[in-house]
């Protein structure tokens, strides 16, 4: 079971998205094993987005992230990361395939609504900033064998 870090930005929460969005994944069947809101600081944006700190647009991606709250999530799965980066579409809501949930709800690249790691080690580096180890809750749903066939998790 693969697990991935999914934040819904200021601008899902702002836009009144929230519970549509995580609907979806809810619905694809990917179990949802830790959530909180919370504020990003600068530091946390800084640290978050270390990548991305000495890019010129830097400045305004801190300025976007850290103006209202966000809810971080851990999402449980096989093969997660890539049905969740699926399911967002391209980075631009402009290019966003229509049925993608940036296709559906963004038109724009900085306020595309959700973030989710792009691999299994930035999962594991963003869900270790987020949460500690006792926040996430693994479980099995009893409807877990109507989602998936023995043996394909």
């Known amino acids: ?9 200021p601008d899902c ?3 009144g998205l929230l519970g549509r969005i995580l609907s979806r994944f809810e619905e694809k ?3 949802l094993v830790a959530m909180k809101m919370l504020r990003i600081t600068p530091d946390l944006s800084r640290q978050h987005y270390a990548e991305h700190v000495e890019k010129p647009f830097y400045p305004s991606l801190e300025e976007f992230i850290t103006a209202s709250p966000v809810v971080a999530t851990v999402f449980e799965g096989p093969e997660v990361i890539r049905v969740v980066r699926e399911m967002l579409g391209a980075t631009s809501g402009l290019k966003a ?3 993608t949930i940036r296709g559906d709800y963004s ?3 900085q306020m ?3 973030h989710a790691s792009d691999s ?3 999962a594991a580096r963003e869900i270790a900033i987020y949460f500690r180890p006792a926040e996430i809750l693994s479980w099995d749903p009893s ?3 109507w989602l998936q066939a023995p043996g394909e998790g």
């Open 13 to 15: 929460l702002e836009r």
């Open 120 to 122: 299994p080690e930035s």
């Open 107 to 109: 038109s724009s690249r």
């Open 112 to 114: 595309n609504l959700v």
């Open 143 to 145: 409807l877990a064998c």
């Open 97 to 99: 395939a229509a049925g």
């Open 29 to 31: 069947g990917l179990r």
């Open 1 to 9: 079971m693969e697990r991935t870090y999914v934040m819904f930005k």
